[in-house]
């Protein structure tokens, strides 16, 4: 079992940045990657970017591509997803999902991801 919490999410203004961190602790893989998604009201989840064990490799949405950044801090068991020039439609419960393997194959299919976090609201206001 492997227990994933966000943090980092809140309001913020149209233009304006967060930073999220997500922690992983019990029976990590010891090899791993991690990504980000998301969820507005009334849709479904969607992927928002992913990054390999070794931070390498990344991958993101168009959506979010530039102005969101994923990495990992494996020493602490963290993964971050930096959020720039915020958009009201970024407005979601972002959620953090760990895969067994280190590999980003089908990277945005949640079926992929083994473990999820209980998610962490942020609201964009325009």
């Known amino acids: 079992q492997v227990w994933l919490v966000e943090s980092g999410g809140g309001l913020v203004q149209a233009g304006g940045s967060l930073r999220l961190s997500c922690a992983a602790s019990g029976r990590t893989s010891s090899r791993y990657a991690m990504g980000w998604f998301r969820q507005a009201p009334g849709k479904e989840r969607e992927f928002v970017a992913a990054?390999?064990?070794?931070?390498?490799?990344?991958a993101y949405a168009g959506s979010v591509q530039g102005r969101f950044t994923i990495s990992r801090d494996n020493a602490k068991n963290t993964v971050y997803l930096q959020m720039n020039s915020l958009k009201p439609e970024d407005t979601a419960v972002y959620y953090c999902?760990?895969?067994?393997?280190?590999?980003?194959?089908?990277?945005?299919?949640?079926?992929?991801?083994?473990?999820w976090g209980q998610g962490t609201p942020v609201t964009v206001s325009s």
């Open positions: 990054i390999s064990w070794s931070g390498v490799t990344t």
């Open positions: 999902a760990h895969r067994l393997r280190d590999t980003l194959l089908d990277v945005a299919s949640t079926s992929n991801y083994a473990f």
